[in-house]
């Protein structure tokens, strides 16, 4: 179902930061693992990174390593530093059981229509 909203998209120039939210309307994400992904028009989807209900994270795409980070509260927030033009996609994230690069829209259990964020040289 489409119940989740990201936001903090936005235009960055290349080694900025960003940091985007996953919040869920009309529920709580604390009974869910949150899984990032991204998708550049033309390109497939990337997954990126998960938190499951216990805080532990699931890094899916090496090359964000060291650069991105998640974190949680209420809701799920994407810390994106040293940010390249490589970057520039749609960014959504989707809530299932577990961590997993599975948990697509359609197949998660929520998911939302993303954020862009886009990346300047």
């Known amino acids: 179902q489409l119940r989740l909203v990201e936001s903090g998209g936005g235009v960055v120039q290349s080694g900025g930061s960003l940091r985007l939210s996953c919040a869920a309307s009309g529920f709580t994400l604390d009974s869910f693992a949150i899984n990032w992904f991204r998708q550049a028009p033309g390109k497939e989807r990337e997954g990126i990174i998960c938190?499951?209900?216990?805080?532990e994270i699931v890094n899916f795409a090496d090359s964000v390593k060291g650069r991105f980070t998640i974190s949680r509260a209420n809701s799920v927030y994407l810390q994106m530093n040293d940010l390249k033009p490589d970057d520039t996609a749609n960014y959504f994230c989707?809530?299932?059981?577990?961590?997993?690069?599975?948990?697509?829209?359609?197949?998660?259990?929520?998911w939302g229509e993303g954020t862009l964020v886009t990346v300047s040289s």
């Open positions: 938190i499951d209900v216990d805080g």
């Open positions: 989707t809530a299932s059981r577990y961590c997993t690069v599975a948990a697509t829209p359609g197949i998660a259990d929520y």
